[in-house]
């Protein structure tokens, strides 16, 4: 089993909207914060968003604070990202990963393109 699978990265126009998805495996998902983390290109990867265990408790990056909205399933043990007026500088790659050092093997990532 992989350990995590991203998805629903997409090409969308400014100030568009998307739903990334994370499903997990081989964890006690409930027991782990959660993160989202995105990579462009040139860039390191960044800690965008991470949800408590039991989802009362999220924190997200100044840079996309008001705009996106982590939440979690822990009886699915998938973590998603609801991501709204989006802009160029969200074009990334997005992966998901235990918060906030990323303990588990690093998906395949989804790629994100905000274009018009």
């Known amino acids: 089993q992989v350990p995590l699978v991203e998805s629903g990265g997409d090409l969308v126009q400014p100030g568009g909207s998307l739903r990334l998805s994370c499903a997990a495996s081989?964890?006690?998902?409930?027991?782990?914060?959660m993160g989202w983390y995105r990579q462009a290109p040139g860039n390191e990867r960044e800690l965008v968003a991470d949800?408590?265990?039991?989802?009362?408790?999220?924190n997200y990056a100044d840079s996309v604070k008001g705009r996106f909205t982590i939440s979690r399933d822990n009886a699915k043990n998938t973590v998603f990202l609801q991501m709204n007026s989006l802009k160029p500088d969200d074009t990334a790659v997005y992966y998901c990963?235990?918060?906030?050092?990323?303990?588990?093997?690093w998906g395949q990532g989804t790629q994100v393109t905000v274009s018009s």
């Open positions: 990963n235990t918060a906030p050092r990323g303990s588990r093997p």
């Open positions: 081989g964890i006690i998902f409930s027991m782990y914060r």
């Open positions: 949800i408590s265990g039991g989802g009362s408790t999220k």
